[in-house]
């Protein structure tokens, strides 16, 4: 058996994984007591498929300004490097079945926008780096799976 690594989805057969879905990647308790739950919210299949830049940088974008309003628990919502999915980090003690009906009125608010916040030079790094298009086809192919969400293995 390997040795056991440090970051959590390194650990992780990612051969094993059945994307799309939803699983807790780390939970923590921190000194005061306080608790945070990281999920792996994964949209592709890891090596097998991916998204494209632009279609992660506007996701990350609607994603991040369309969670806090279905939930006051989000702290951050980060692509993954690999472009198969997102870490959602939350305040509290959270499940995958309590972040499913949020991340499916945040995916359906991707599908409703008309434009991608703050994609502009003033609110963003490379503001002409987006997709808005690309978003919405990977929120639905997303959501076209929902049933599958909380499966995390084939």
């Known amino acids: 058996m390997a040795e056991k690594m440090n970051v959590e989805s390194f650990n992780l057969d990612h051969r094993t994984v059945s994307a799309p879905y939803i699983r807790i990647a780390d939970r923590k308790v921190l ?3 306080d608790v945070l739950t990281k999920f792996d919210v994964r949209f592709t299949q890891p090596n097998a498929a991916h998204l ?3 279609t992660v940088h506007s996701l990350e974008h609607l ?3 369309k969670m806090r309003d279905h939930t006051d628990a989000v702290i951050d919502v980060s692509p993954m490097g690999c472009r198969t999915g997102f870490y959602v980090l939350l305040s509290g003690d959270h499940t ?3 972040l499913d009906p949020v991340l499916e009125s945040t995916l359906q ?3 409703d926008a008309t434009e991608v916040p703050a994609a502009n ?4 790094g490379w503001g002409a ?5 690309g978003a919405q086809a990977a929120a639905r192919a997303m959501l076209d799976e929902r049933l599958t969400w909380l499966r995390v293995e084939a």
């Open 109 to 111: 608010d991707v599908l």
């Open 121 to 124: 030079e003033v609110q963003c």
């Open 96 to 98: 995958p079945d309590e």
């Open 129 to 133: 780096h987006h997709d808005l298009q």
């Open 31 to 33: 000194p005061a007591g």
């Open 52 to 54: 494209e830049s632009e």
């Open 63 to 65: 994603m991040a300004e």
